[in-house]
Nanobody
Framework: VQLQASGGGLVQAGGSLRLSCAAS????????VGWFRQAPGKEREFVSA????????DYAASVKGRFTISRDNAKNMVYLQMNSLKPEDTAVYYC?????????????????????WGQGTQVTVSS
């Protein structure tokens, strides 16, 4: 499975962006997908995840209510709609896929549980 994240950019605080994660490989539809982000000088952190069917999702407390994850398995795509963006959302955003059970919070929020990673897309939110 190969992943490619896109959709990042520069936006003012309060604005919106939609990130996309395009995947290749027929097995993608069987994997959970997570979004992680990494700001300069900080550890990579969990943002959101969605299970293979799209029925189960998880969000970090810092983005819950502002971000929405979704997927379109017919197109091998996962999306992260980001609204009400804040300067602290500035980071490189990565999508990742793997056999992760979204019901288990500790697992789904652990980067090492994901086998496949995209290259990242920069999101910059100005104040």
């Amino acid at each position: 499975v190969q992943l490619q994240a896109s959709g990042g950019g520069l936006v003012q605080a309060g604005g919106s962006l939609r990130l996309s994660c395009a995947a290749s490989g027929r097995t993608f539809v069987t994997y959970s997908v997570g979004w992680f982000r990494q700001a300069p000088g900080k550890e990579r952190e969990f943002v959101s995840a969605i299970n293979w069917s799209g029925a189960t999702t998880d969000y970090a407390a810092s983005v819950k209510g502002r971000f929405t994850i979704s997927r379109d398995n017919a197109k091998n795509m996962v999306y992260l709609q980001m609204n009400s963006l804040k300067p602290e959302d500035t980071a490189v955003y990565y999508c990742a896929a793997g056999n992760v059970n979204v019901f288990y919070t500790q697992a789904v929020r652990t980067a090492s549980r994901y086998a496949y990673w995209g290259q990242g897309t920069q999101v910059t939110v100005s104040s």
